[in-house]
């Protein structure tokens, strides 16, 4: 989706993580859950990309596949997903349908015989987003603090019951989130509605959100953590076409490092390493100097 809005995965995920472990999630019918660590959606190894919305490893070793829909989807695309990574990773998978607008059911479980399959839907439609930003925006009007229940309601708004568009009620989100006076809710609310409103908005609205972000902290953190985003990326592409597969273990400290410097080692030794194990072994090394 070139026309997106992301370009500090980290600050996103930040703020993804702590919402996905909030203990207030469970207003919206989630359960709190404690994440370590994001992956990429796509799984290489299929003929044609599959592609999924977000992909979480948990404390507890699980992986939390977290979906957004506006309409009913066919589930089986979801069990092809889930149980490749599965065989891939021999892990348990724990999907949750996220139904945004006025949809008010949809299938949970697959059956086919021996195959079984169910997910966890939420629908959104309980809640009136309307009803929630005009709330918040009186609270800030008034120049009261917003409790952490606010900042939720806040973040998921363009996902609730709403007479506007979903990319639109995103937009609106947004610019009420850029008038939190704290600045670490304000960059928590942001972030967080970056990860979950993205795939809502149009290119147009996308270049609106841009521009918002771009006279904000939150712009310049996005900008700076874009910057080491490509290169953690160059890394891994190089790795991939020289060797092959990348380990999750592996891709997984090359996501986590934050300093240039040893990022830059790092693209050295992704290019000069005779071998994936002489890579590992210099990524080992790096990470003890730290």
Request: aromatic share 6%.
């Amino acid at each position: 989706m070139e026309q997106r809005v992301r370009g500090g995965e980290d600050l996103i995920f930040r703020s993804m993580s702590r919402l996905l472990r909030d203990e207030f999630i469970q207003t919206y019918g989630l359960e709190a859950v404690e994440v370590v660590a994001p992956a990429p959606t796509d799984i290489p190894f299929i003929v044609g990309e599959r592609r999924v919305d977000n992909l979480f490893r948990l404390a507890d070793g699980v992986w939390l596949h977290l979906e957004f829909q506006s309409r009913p989807v066919d589930l089986a695309r979801f069990l092809v997903y889930d149980a490749l990574l599965h065989e891939r990773d021999r892990c348990p998978v724990r999907t949750v349908v996220v139904y945004t607008g006025g949809l008010r059911r949809a299938s949970e479980a697959v059956e086919a015989g021996s195959l079984s399959y169910r997910v966890r839907n939420v629908f959104m439609y309980r809640f009136d987003g309307e009803a929630v930003l005009t709330r918040v925006e009186a609270e800030l009007a008034a120049g009261r603090g917003l409790s952490r229940q606010d900042l939720l309601d806040v973040i998921f708004s363009p996902c609730m019951r709403q007479p506007v568009p979903p990319g639109e009620a995103t937009l609106r989100a947004v610019e009420l989130a850029r008038r939190i006076p704290d600045e670490a809710e304000r960059i928590f609310c942001l972030g967080a509605i970056i990860g979950l409103g993205d795939k809502f908005l149009s290119e147009e609205q996308a270049v609106q959100v841009r521009e918002v972000l771009r006279m904000t902290r939150v712009g310049e953190m996005l900008r700076e953590e874009g910057r080491e985003e490509g290169r953690r990326a160059d890394v891994l592409l190089i790795l991939e076409r020289r060797f092959g597969t990348v380990s999750p273990e592996v891709a997984g400290r090359v996501r986590r490092q934050k300093k240039e410097a040893v990022l830059e080692e790092l693209l050295l030794a992704a290019a000069t390493a005779g071998s994936m194990t002489e890579f590992a072994s210099r990524l080992e090394r790096l990470g003890a100097e730290e």
